[in-house]
């Protein structure tokens, strides 16, 4: 099993400690080698503080997150920032990239912080930027292209590394539909080739590319549906079913 999260517990205490507000109150599931997973829920239910804890950004107040067999709550701190680096692809819903590197200097940067040879960079880089249809655009700076083309760009700096794990944060909320529609195809086809990859996301469309999607209410996991050979059309309407019986304060498995 390639991820597993056990009794995950998140607890933020208010300002002066004056009580204790759970985020997540036992969250438990795992993820196999090339699964596609998505997480959806309303603002409040857990969604950002559970993406939040897989990326090794926060630590659980209790329960245990395992990648490949190894305890994220265990890493020395000083060692986080390499282990994020070389285990963990991130995708962000504002790309987050930085305007006064080039395209090509923000989708390598992560190489060159590990020191990786320059020949390797290339080796990796052109592969991916010809598949997201940005290689033309290499040599330009984020506020020169389209909102689309900015998040290509951070979904390759996420790739570049071969992460163990993908991490997308609403990856489509900010993109037109046809944005949106390239950058799915472009995780479909990663997933296909066995990228492992945890989606956070509001989007039924984009829910349905996931291969399994989990449904968060008040810091637990309420619902779970599993797309099971469907076609993204037949399995669209699964999660919308289940997403109003979730709203309505049922709890649907399918």
């Known amino acids: 099993m390639l991820l597993t999260v056990d009794g995950l517990v998140k607890e933020y205490v ?21 699964e596609f997973v998505a997480v959806m829920g309303e603002s409040g239910s857990g969604k950002t503080t559970l993406l939040t804890l ?42 987050n990239l930085l305007d006064t590197l080039s395209l090509r200097e923000n989708i390598v940067f992560p190489l060159v912080l590990a020191g990786t040879a320059r020949s390797e960079m ?25 909102g689309g083309e900015r998040q290509r760009a951070a979904a390759a700096r996420a790739l570049i ?10 990856p489509t909320g900010a993109l037109d539909s046809g944005s949106a529609a390239q950058l ?19 989007s039924l469309d984009a829910a349905s590319h ?11 996991i309420a619902g779970e549906a599993c797309r099971e050979g469907l076609a993204r059309a037949d399995f669209y309407p699964r999660l919308a079913a289940c997403q109003t019986a979730l709203q309505q304060g049922g709890v649907r498995l399918a």
Not at 56 to 80: F, K, V, W, Y
Not at 161 to 170: C, F, I, K, S, V
Not at 210 to 220: E, I, K, P, Q, T
């Open 210 to 220: 996931a291969s399994r999607v989990l449904f968060l209410r008040d810091g637990l």
């Open 161 to 170: 590394t071969r992460p163990d794990l993908l991490l997308a944060d609403e």
């Open 14 to 34: 208010t300002r002066f400690g004056g009580r204790r507000v759970p985020a997540l109150r036992g969250v438990s599931f795992s993820v196999e080698q090339g």
């Open 122 to 146: 290339e080796a990796r880089l052109l592969p991916l930027t010809g598949r997201l249809g940005i290689t033309p655009l290499l040599e330009k700076f984020p506020y020169e292209v389209s």
């Open 54 to 95: 897989l990326a090794a950004l926060d630590r659980p107040t209790d329960g245990r997150i395992l990648l490949n067999g190894e305890d994220m709550a265990a890493i020395p701190s000083r060692a986080l920032s390499a282990f994020r680096r070389d285990r963990l692809g991130f995708i962000f819903q504002d790309c």
């Open 184 to 202: 799915l195809g472009m995780l479909d086809e990663c997933n296909a080739e066995g990228q492992t990859t945890v989606m956070v996301t509001h």
